[in-house]
C-alpha cells in the first residue's frame, strides 16, 4: 500500500529538447543501489559521502552511453526528502531518452506529473501554498514573477495568513465567550474595537486583492495595445521594440491588417505589445476586419499606447472613441516621428522617434510607472498572482464586511460569529487545512512531468 | 439467572438512558447501580438544560430518550434562556424537584421490560482475548455479559474536598466505587482525576426575597419532550428564582480562603478559558468584573433548601459563609450544606471511538462523567448513543454514529474523542460550528428518523412528527408565493412606523422584516386567516416557520458549507492506518494521530497539534 516509500521514480527535469546538458531526475528510497549498476565512476554511489558530485560513464550491456556528472542526495536533505539522483548528460534527446529506458528497466518507474514535488510535500519539506509557488516558480517567466513566487514559497503568505487568522479567533473567542455566558449578559470586546481590526483586515485583503493584477502582470506578462491612426508609426516602433523587422513598415496607410504579438522583457517585467492595423473608415473588407480586431485587442489590453503624428492635429472624436473602449488613465499618448520636426513638446507629452529610438527610454519609464505602481510593490512585498487566492480573498472580504454590517444592526453574537467563521474557512483554503480534490488536482496539475 | 445480553454499571443520567435504550431496542440488559433509590439523583444543580444543554434534552427526546419527559414530570419552573439572541441561542431550562425527578426516574425505569435493576457495586470487569465478557460486583455476583457500559459517573475512587480536608466518597453522603479503575488500568486504559465543584445549600426562610429580583418562569411555559402532553402542562406547581450579586467585600473574603482551595491549584495549571464552574475562578479569571450573578434556585416543592447557583466553591466552610452574608439578601443566611468539591477517575476519551466502544476491549463502553465531561444532559446523551450502539453491535444493526453537523451529540462524540482535554468537558453553543442548523426547533426534524429506526420512536410518533414538519415546508412553501397587496398591510406598516409598500411583496419578504412577526404578517388581513386556519392558532409551528424564513440566507449559506466540508468529512481512512510511513508529518502529530485513530480525515483536521500541512499531507497521500 504504501508505494511511495517504495517505488523509485525517474524523470527527465530540464526542458524537452536540445541543450548544452539535460538533468534527469532520480528519487526514491536507496536509488543508489539501482544507479550503481548501470553507472560506473570511481567508487560507486552507495558508498560515497552524502551530497557529493561524481563523473564516470553509463554503461549498459557493455555499451557507454555517455559520459556523465552524477550529484546524489541522501534523504531527508533532497528537493523530495528522499534518497535522490541528479544525471547531467549531454543534452541530445536520443542519449537523454536511452538513459531513460535503461533506468526503467532496474526497477525504476517513470514519475507522473508533479510526483517528484508531490513527494517533497509529503515528506513536510513544505506546505500547499508554498507548493503551489513552486509550480509558479517553474512557470514563471521573468525576474519579478520569480521574485513574487519565491515569496510565496518562502512562506510569507502563509505567515501573513496566520496572523490575519490570529487576530479573527481572538475577536472570535471573545464573541463566543459571550455568549458562553449568555445569562450574564457580559460584553468582552467592544464592537466598535471588533469594527477596527476587521476593517484593518478587510484593508489587508483589499492590498492582496489588487496585487492580483499585479501579480498575474508578472506571471502572464502586461498587455499593451500599440493603436493610432494608419501610417503613426505602429509598425516601426513594435519593430524598434524588437530589434529586427518583425512587422512589415511602409508609407501607405493601411499597412497592417493582422495583429502582431511580440514579447519584449524590460526591466524584467514581461511585456507583450499588440501592433494593430489603423483605424480609419474604409471600403475596404479586410481592413475593416482589421479595425475591429484592433478594438477587440484594445478591450483585452492591460495598457494600450495611442501612437500619434507628432505633426498631425489630434482628432478628438477618435481619442474620445478609444477611452469609450478602455479607462483612460490606461491609455497613453505617445507623440511619434520627433526627429523630423521642429515643433516643441509640452512637459508632460511623451515625445518619441520609432526612427531614432530617441524617447524611448522615456517611454519604458512611463510605462513601468503606470503599469506596475513600483512604489507600492516592492520587492519583498506579498504579490498574489494566484486565481484561486484571488477568489477566497475576494469571498473571504465579502464575509467580513458581511460581519461588519452586522454589528451595525446590532446583531446577535452568532451572526456576527458566522461571518468571521466563514472568513476563517476560507483562509483555510488558502493554507490547506481545507483540502479538496480539486484544490490539489488545481496545484499538483500544474506541474509537468520531471518536476 | 446471572446471564445478560448488557450490563450498565451506574444508574446516573448516562446509565439510564443507556439501560433503556438498549432493553427497547429487544435486549435483555441488567443496570447494576449503587442505590436502587438513587437513580437519575442530580447531584449538583436542581436544574436540567440552558444553554446548549437545552439542546441536548431536546435532541434526546427526538432519538426517544428519557431524560425530557423526566424534567417534564419534575418541573417546577420553565424558561427559555437568551431570547434575546437568535433563535439558534434559544435554549430551555427547567428547574426539577430533586426528589420528584428520581422518583419519576425509578417509575419510568420500572416499567421497562426486559430491564433488571440490581443494587450493587461493579468492582471489576472482565475479558477474554480482548472482548468483555463479565463482571464481579462487590456482594462477590458474577455476571456473565456481551457487552458492559461504565456509568460510573463521579464516584470512581472519588474524593470530596471542603478547604482542604478531603473525605471518601462519589457524592455527597455517598460512597466511592472502588475496585474498577484498578480493574481497567490492568487491561491496559489510561485514567486521569479531575474535578467538579458544587455551591452551598441555604436555608429557604433564612433569604431576604423581599429586596431580591424575582426571577419567574415563562408564561407560556413549554416541555421539553414531544410526548408531554401539552394541555395539562406544567403539571406541578411553579416556583420562582431570585437573583442577587456578588461584589467586591465578597471577593475580598473569598480570596482570603484562595491558599485553602483545591480547585484554585488547578486554575493555576491553566484550566482553560471555557470552564468556569467556580466562584473562586469567576473571580480570578474576570478579576476586572466587580460583581458576579448569582441565582437562588428552589431544590424542590417542599425542601427547605435553596440552591445557590454561580456561587459554586470548595473554600473552608466558613469563609464560604463569611462571603455570602455579605451579599445582598443573604445577610443572615442560614448555610445547611456548604459546597464541596469532588475529585474522581476518568479515562481520557481517546480510549473510545465514536460509538462509544473503548479501542482496547471490544463490548466495553463507556458512557457519562467518566470521559470526562461534566453535566448531566451531556451524560445522558452519551448514555443513549452508547446504549443504542451497544445494543445495535449484539443485534448487527449499522452503528449510530452522528455527524457534526447534524447535532450537538455529534460534536459531543466528535469533541471527546479528537480533542480529550483534561478539563472537564460541558457543552457550549460556540463549540458546534454548525449551530445555526442545530437548533432545538428542529432537533425532531434532524434526528427522530433515527430514533424511529432503532425503535425508540413508534411508527405512530414519527409519523405526527413528519405530520408537523410537512405542514411547516407546506406553509413556507405558500407564503413564499403569497402576494400581499399594498392596501392589505400598509395599514399595519404605517402603525409601525416602517416604509410602506409601493407594490404587492411576498408574505415571506414582509416576515423577513425584523420588525415583523409572522403573526403580523398573517392577520394583516382576513382572508388569510381562512387559508392558514391549519397554523394560526399554534405558537410553536408559527415560531418555526418565522424562524425558517426569517433566517432561510443563513441557513442556507451554513448548509452550503456543510456540503463543501463534506468533502473532507466523508474522505475515510483505513483503520489501522500506518501513520509512520509518511515523513512529512510532525513528530506530535503522528504520535495523536496513532493514538486517536480518526475514522475520516475531518475527524483528524480536528486534533489539536494537527497542522493545516499534516493534514493536507494526508489527504495528498490517501487519494495517491
Ligand atoms: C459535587 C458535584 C458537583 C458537580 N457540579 C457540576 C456542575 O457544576 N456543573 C455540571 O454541569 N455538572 C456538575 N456535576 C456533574 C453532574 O452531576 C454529572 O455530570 C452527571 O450527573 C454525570 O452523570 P453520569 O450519569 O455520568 O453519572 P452520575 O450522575 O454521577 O451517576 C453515576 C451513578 O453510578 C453509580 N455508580 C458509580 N459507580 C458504580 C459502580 N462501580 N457500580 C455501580 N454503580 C455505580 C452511582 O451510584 C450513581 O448513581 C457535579 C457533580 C458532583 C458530584
Ligand atoms: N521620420 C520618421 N518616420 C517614421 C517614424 N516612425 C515611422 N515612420 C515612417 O512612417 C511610415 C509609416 O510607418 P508604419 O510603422 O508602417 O506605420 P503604421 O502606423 O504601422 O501604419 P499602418 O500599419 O498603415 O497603420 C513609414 O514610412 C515609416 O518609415 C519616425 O519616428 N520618424
Ligand atoms: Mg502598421
Not at chain 1, 112 to 126: M, Q, S, Y
Not at chain 2, 4 to 28: C, Q, T
Not at chain 2, 585 to 608: C, D, H, N, V, Y
Request: contains cysteine.
Amino acid at each position: 500500500m504504501n508505494k511511495f516509500d517504495e517505488d523509485i521514480i525517474t524523470a527527465l527535469a530540464t526542458p524537452n529538447g536540445e541543450g548544452a546538458i539535460a538533468v534527469i531526475r532520480v528519487s526514491g528510497k536507496e536509488c543508489f543501489n539501482q544507479i550503481d549498476k548501470i553507472f560506473k565512476g570511481k567508487i560507486p554511489l552507495s558508498e560515497a559521502k552524502k551530497n557529493t558530485i561524481h563523473y564516470g560513464k553509463i554503461i549498459y550491456k557493455n555499451e557507454i552511453i555517455d559520459d556523465v556528472l552524477v550529484s546524489i542526495f541522501h534523504s531527508p536533505n533532497s528537493y523530495t526528502g528522499e534518497d535522490s539522483v541528479e544525471i547531467s548528460t549531454h543534452g541530445n534527446p536520443l542519449i537523454v531518452q536511452k538513459i531513460i529506458e535503461i533506468l526503467l528497466k532496474q526497477n525504476i518507474r517513470l514519475a507522473e506529473p508533479g510526483e517528484f514535488t508531490k513527494r517533497a510535500f509529503l515528506n513536510g519539506k513544505f506546505d500547499l501554498t508554498q507548493a503551489e509557488a513552486v509550480a509558479d516558480i517553474i512557470q514563471s517567466r521573468n525576474d519579478s514573477a520569480l521574485k513574487g513566487a519565491r515569496n510565496q514559497l518562502n512562506g510569507l503568505l502563509s505567515a501573513q495568513i496566520n496572523n490575519i487568522k490570529n487576530s479573527l479567533i481572538e475577536i472570535i473567542s471573545l464573541l463566543e465567550l459571550e455568549l458562553d455566558f449568555a445569562e450574564e449578559d457580559l460584553l468582552f470586546i467592544s464592537r466598535n474595537e471588533i469594527i477596527t481590526k476587521i476593517e484593518k483586515i478587510i484593508r489587508t485583503f483589499e492590498v492582496l486583492i489588487s496585487s492580483y493584477k499585479f501579480g498575474r502582470i508578472l506571471r502572464d506578462g502586461v498587455n499593451v495595445a500599440i493603436v493610432g491612426k494608419p501610417n503613426v508609426g505602429k509598425s516601426s516602433l513594435l519593430n524598434y521594440f524588437v530589434k529586427e523587422n518583425r512587422a512589415i513598415v511602409s508609407e501607405i496607410p493601411g499597412t497592417t491588417r493582422d495583429v502582431i504579438i511580440e514579447e519584449v522583457n524590460i526591466e524584467g517585467v514581461l511585456f507583450k505589445f499588440y501592433d494593430t492595423a489603423g483605424f480609419r473608415e474604409s471600403e475596404d473588407e479586410i481592413e475593416i476586419l482589421g479595425v475591429q480586431k484592433s478594438e477587440k485587442t484594445i478591450l483585452q489590453a492591460d495598457f494600450v499606447l495611442l501612437i500619434h503624428d507628432v505633426e498631425q492635429e489630434l482628432d478628438l472624436n477618435f481619442y474620445n472613441k478609444i477611452i469609450s473602449l478602455i479607462e483612460e488613465n490606461r491609455v497613453l499618448l505617445v507623440q511619434n516621428k520627433i526627429d523630423k520636426t521642429i515643433k516643441k513638446l509640452k512637459e508632460n507629452e511623451i515625445g518619441i522617434s520609432a526612427k531614432t529610438g530617441e524617447g524611448i527610454e522615456k517611454l519604458f519609464k512611463v510605462l513601468l510607472e503606470r503599469i506596475g505602481q513600483t512604489k507600492i510593490y516592492t520587492e519583498n512585498s506579498l504579490i498574489i498572482n494566484n486565481i484561486r487566492h484571488l477568489e477566497i480573498l475576494t469571498k473571504a472580504k465579502n464575509y467580513l464586511t458581511n460581519a461588519v454590517k452586522s454589528i451595525e444592526e446590532n446583531q446577535s453574537q452568532e451572526f456576527i460569529s458566522i461571518e468571521i467563521r466563514y472568513t476563517l474557512e476560507m483562509l483555510d483554503e488558502i493554507i490547506g487545512v481545507v483540502t479538496t480534490d480539486e484544490i490539489l488536482n488545481n496545484i499538483f496539475n500544474k506541474f509537468c512531468i520531471g518536476k | 439467572m446471572n446471564n445478560f445480553d448488557i450490563i450498565v454499571a451506574g444508574g446516573g443520567h448516562a446509565g439510564i438512558e443507556a439501560s433503556v435504550s438498549a432493553a427497547r431496542m429487544g435486549l435483555k440488559v441488567a443496570l447494576i447501580t449503587m442505590d436502587k433509590n438513587g437513580l437519575g439523583r442530580l447531584s449538583c444543580n436542581p436544574a436540567i438544560g440552558g444553554s446548549a444543554k437545552g439542546h441536548l434534552v431536546h435532541e434526546i427526546d427526538a432519538l426517544g430518550g428519557v431524560m425530557g419527559i423526566l424534567a417534564d414530570n419534575s418541573g417546577i419552573q420553565f424558561r427559555t434562556l437568551n431570547k434575546s439572541k437568535g433563535p439558534a441561542i434559544w435554549a430551555a431550562r427547567s428547574q426539577n424537584d430533586r426528589k420528584i425527578y428520581t422518583l419519576e426516574a425509578i417509575d419510568y425505569l420500572s416499567k421497562i421490560e426486559n430491564l433488571e435493576i440490581i443494587e450493587d457495586i461493579v468492582t471489576e470487569a472482565i475479558e477474554e482475548n480482548k472482548q468483555i465478557v463479565g463482571v464481579i460486583t462487590k456482594k462477590g455476583n458474577h455476571f456473565v455479559t456481551k457487552s458492559l457500559i461504565i456509568a460510573a459517573g463521579t464516584f470512581l475512587n472519588g474524593v470530596m474536598y471542603t478547604g482542604l480536608t478531603p473525605s471518601i466518597g462519589g457524592r455527597f453522603k455517598e460512597e466511592a466505587a472502588v475496585g474498577l479503575t484498578e480493574s481497567l488500568v490492568k487491561m491496559g486504559f489510561v485514567s486521569g482525576r479531575l474535578k467538579t465543584g458544587t455551591p452551598p445549600r441555604l436555608h429557604k426562610d433564612s433569604i431576604n426575597y423581599s429586596i431580591l429580583e424575582e426571577q419567574p418562569g415563562d408564561e407560556n411555559p413549554l416541555p421539553f419532550s414531544f410526548k408531554t402532553n401539552k394541555s395539562k402542562f406544567p403539571f406541578l406547581p411553579q416556583l420562582s428564582c431570585y437573583l442577587t450579586y456578588t461584589n467586591e467585600e465578597v471577593h475580598r473574603i473569598l480570596e482570603t480562603g484562595f491558599d485553602f482551595s483545591p480547585m484554585f491549584r488547578g486554575l493555576i495549571d491553566g484550566v482553560g478559558p471555557r470552564y468556569c464552574p467556580s466562584i473562586e475562578d469567576k473571580i480570578v479569571r474576570f478579576n476586572d468584573k466587580l460583581k458576579h450573578q448569582l441565582f437562588i434556585e428552589p431544590e424542590g416543592l417542599d425542601s427547605i433548601e435553596m440552591y445557590l447557583n454561580g456561587f459554586s466553591s470548595s473554600l473552608p466552610a466558613e469563609i464560604q459563609l463569611k462571603a455570602m452574608k455579605k451579599i445582598k439578601g443573604l445577610e443572615n443566611v442560614e448555610m445547611l450544606r456548604p459546597g464541596y468539591a469532588v475529585e474522581y477517575d476518568f479515562f481520557p476519551p481517546y480510549q473510545i471511538d465514536l460509538n462509544y466502544e473503548t479501542k482496547l476491549i471490544k463490548g466495553l463502553y463507556f458512557a457519562g462523567q467518566i470521559n470526562g465531561t461534566s453535566g448531566y444532559e451531556e451524560a445522558a446523551g452519551q448514555g443513549l448513543l452508547a446504549g443504542i450502539n451497544a445494543a445495535a453491535k449484539i443485534l448487527g444493526m449499522p452503528e449510530l454514529i452522528l455527524k457534526r453537523s447534524e447535532a450537538y451529540l455529534g460534536v459531543l462524540i466528535d469533541d471527546l474523542v479528537g480533542k480529550s482535554t483534561d478539563e472537564p468537558y460541558r457543552m457550549f453553543t460556540s463549540r458546534a460550528e454548525h449551530r445555526l442548523l442545530l437548533r432545538q426547533d428542529n432537533a425532531m426534524e434532524r434526528l427522530s428518523k433515527y430514533g424511529y429506526k432503532y425503535g425508540l420512536i413508534t411508527k405512530e410518533e414519527l409519523n405526527q412528527i413528519e405530520e408537523k414538519y410537512s405542514l411547516i415546508h407546506k406553509t413556507i412553501f405558500s407564503l413564499n408565493k403569497l402576494k400581499i397587496k399594498p392596501n392589505q398591510i400598509n395599514n399595519l406598516l404605517e402603525t409601525k412606523n416602517l416604509s410602506i409598500l409601493d407594490n404587492s411583496e411576498t408574505a415571506s419578504k414582509l416576515i423577513k422584516r425584523p420588525e415583523l412577526t409572522i403573526s403580523d404578517v398573517l392577520s394583516s388581513f382576513p382572508n388569510n386567516e381562512k387559508k392558514f386556519s391549519e397554523i394560526i392558532d399554534k405558537p410553536e409551528i408559527l415560531e418555526k416557520i418565522e424562524i425558517e424564513i426569517k433566517y432561510e440566507g443563513y441557513i442556507q449559506k451554513q448548509q452550503e458549507l456543510v456540503e463543501k466540508l463534506d468533502k473532507i468529512e466523508n474522505v475515510q481512512i483505513p483503520h489501522d492506518f500506518d501513520y509512520s510511513i509518511i515523513k512529512g508529518f510532525s513528530t506530535e502529530a503522528r504520535q495523536k494521530l496513532t493514538k486517536i485513530k480518526p475514522r475520516t480525515l475531518g475527524q483528524a483536521t480536528r486534533i489539536s497539534g494537527v497542522t493545516p500541512s499534516d493534514i493536507s499531507v494526508l489527504f495528498v497521500y490517501l487519494k495517491s
